[in-house]
């Protein structure tokens, strides 16, 4: 097989695990430790790309408008969190489906309204828009910087959980809210917290891949899907197991795609392998989360390992 193109999906399945665990790390978070379902929680990665795209149209500068857009999010995460959700959590978890699924339809409603059906494009500047040369391979710029930037807030989150007081105080509040509201800290606050830098990750997730997919409506409802499939995968709750989880289905869909062909040629006949193909490679992160769902309930790496 081509060296070039191998390397390409590899980047390309990279740059969709570090999406997937910006998106599936606020999720975690929010249903393992708030256990809160939040079905909207993709409307924060399509309204972060509509951010970016509407200010970096206007500006002409897509950075700044990408660091802009991260704390217009976590607003919109605190009001929601505040207005919206903080009357939820005493309910059921259907009526955390039934409430984050109306709030799905208000915000893909209010985006039409606002910006039109038609979605945004981004362009990139031209320092982001060329190649790094490795020798006879040519790597993308801006898919490199997709890469560091996930794996920083990885990085990031991983101190930030396990290293500072925020993050003891957040484990606390997870094992044992009532005792760790009568220690005198504020759950409340704490939640709404959690809750608006999960949407800022995923804010950050949407802002990152506007310039390649471009910004429209339907976007947060697909990224929901599978960072779900993360979330059972990697382990409810664990920041790790997100991390782990999303670069795994996003180098097993991409080289999935790419190469599902090939493989099953081995085995049966290459006009049977052409037609099976772009099925089988679209079920098997949903087959390896059966098989986890079977074997693993808790995931593969659950919160309290």
Not at 106 to 133: R, S, W
Not at 187 to 192: M, V
Request: hydrophobic share 60%; aromatic share 8%.
């Amino acid at each position: 097989m081509d060296t070039q193109l191998i390397l390409v999906q590899l980047v390309n399945g990279l740059q969709l695990g570090v999406l997937l665990f910006l998106v599936a790390a606020g999720l975690t978070l929010i249903f393992g430790i708030m256990d809160f379902v939040n079905l909207a929680h993709g409307a924060f990665y399509m309204v972060g790309a509509y951010i970016c795209a509407l200010l970096a149209a206007r500006t002409g500068y897509f950075l700044p408008s990408l660091l802009l857009s991260l704390p217009l999010v976590f607003v919109l995460g605190l009001v929601v969190e505040k207005y919206l959700v903080s009357h939820l959590y005493k309910m059921s978890h259907l009526d955390h489906v039934l409430a984050t699924f109306g709030l799905i339809l208000v915000f893909d409603t209010l985006t039409h309204y606002l910006a039109g059906p038609d979605g945004e494009a981004v362009l990139l500047p031209d320092y982001l828009n060329g190649a790094i040369n490795l020798g006879n391979i040519q790597l993308p710029v801006y898919r490199v910087l997709i890469i560091f930037v996930g794996l920083s807030v990885a990085a990031a989150l991983a101190w930030a959980v396990n290293k500072t007081r925020a993050g003891m105080l957040l484990r606390a509040g997870a094992s044992d809210r009532e005792m760790t509201s009568a220690l005198g800290v504020n759950i409340d606050k704490l939640y709404r917290l959690i809750f608006a830098v999960g949407a800022m990750l995923a804010g950050l997730a949407g802002a990152l891949i506007a310039p390649i997919s471009g910004a429209n409506i339907a976007m947060g409802n697909e990224i929901i899907i599978i960072a779900l499939v993360v979330v059972v995968i990697g382990g409810i709750g664990s920041i790790k197991g997100a991390f782990l989880g999303a670069l795994f289905v996003g180098l097993v869909d991409t080289m999935g795609r790419a190469y599902m062909d090939d493989v099953l040629k081995l085995f049966i006949s290459p006009v049977a392998a052409e037609s099976a193909a772009p099925a089988l490679s679209a079920m098997i992160v949903y087959i390896i989360m059966a098989m986890v769902l079977a074997f693993r309930p808790n995931g593969l790496f659950p919160a309290n390992k």
